[in-house]
């Protein structure tokens, strides 16, 4: 059988086995006991994010917007899409995109469309301003959005959750506990100027409106 004919099923456990030796990876360079510990962009992170690729996929499944074969490559752009923290935004994922490339390619069982199909999920995560207001980079195909929608899919998860992921990042961005109030503006900047790219993580994570209330009355108390 030629490069990129395997049955989906068999390509779902290779892709699964990338994305396990991309786990290891991240555990090794930004794990609690890595070279650059990081309490946000871990293991945990990447896991969460195909976890949340996968809900997205599954409803656009249903729907025709995808086949059941592109599930396969969410779980690796998920996987590898923050293998490399240290670069800064942007260089961060054209090194996270190379690395997904490059494992593709070592594993010889994935076609030139695939692997730039991954490239550009990954790539769609890197955020750039625009008038002041943060967004992703997604392009117009339907893995890259989902792949940008469950990077932020915290944004509109349950409130718990949503707190939970917040502090995290808080004390990776902020590692001397200084710098609520600036994190808390942010989070509400974010907030209020996030918008899902597909419409199954709207219906998914529906939450967003809950959080920014919540997040204004985390800055009111702080007053």
Not at 7 to 32: F, M, N, Q
Not at 139 to 154: F, K, R, V, Y
Not at 186 to 197: I, R, S, V
């Amino acid at each position: 059988m030629s490069m990129g004919q395997q049955p989906t099923a068999d390509k779902e456990v290779l892709a699964r086995r990338l994305a396990e030796s991309a786990y290891i990876e991240i555990e090794r360079k930004y794990g609690e006991k890595g070279v650059s510990p990081k309490a946000f962009h871990n293991v945990f992170h990447g896991r969460e994010i195909v976890k949340s690729a996968l809900l997205i996929a599954d409803e656009a499944i249903k729907s025709g917007k995808i086949s059941p074969e592109d599930r396969f490559l969410l779980i690796i752009a998920g996987a590898y899409h923050d293998i490399e923290q240290d670069l800064g935004s942007g260089a961060n994922e054209i090194a996270s995109a190379a690395k997904a490339e490059q494992a593709m390619k070592d594993s010889g069982q994935f076609n030139k469309q695939e692997i730039e199909i991954v490239k550009d999920a990954i790539l769609g995560t890197t955020v750039v301003f625009e008038n002041g207001i943060i967004r992703q980079s997604a392009s117009g195909n339907p893995l890259s959005q989902m792949i940008a929608d469950a990077d932020l899919a915290n944004l509109g998860s349950p409130t718990e959750v949503f707190w939970d992921r917040s502090e995290h990042i808080f004390r990776e961005q902020y590692p001397d506990g200084n710098g609520m109030d600036e994190f808390l503006e942010f989070q509400t900047g974010l907030l209020t100027h996030h918008t899902y790219c597909t419409e199954e993580a709207k219906i998914l994570f529906p939450h967003q409106r809950e959080n920014l209330e919540f997040n204004a009355q985390m800055i009111a108390e702080r007053k």
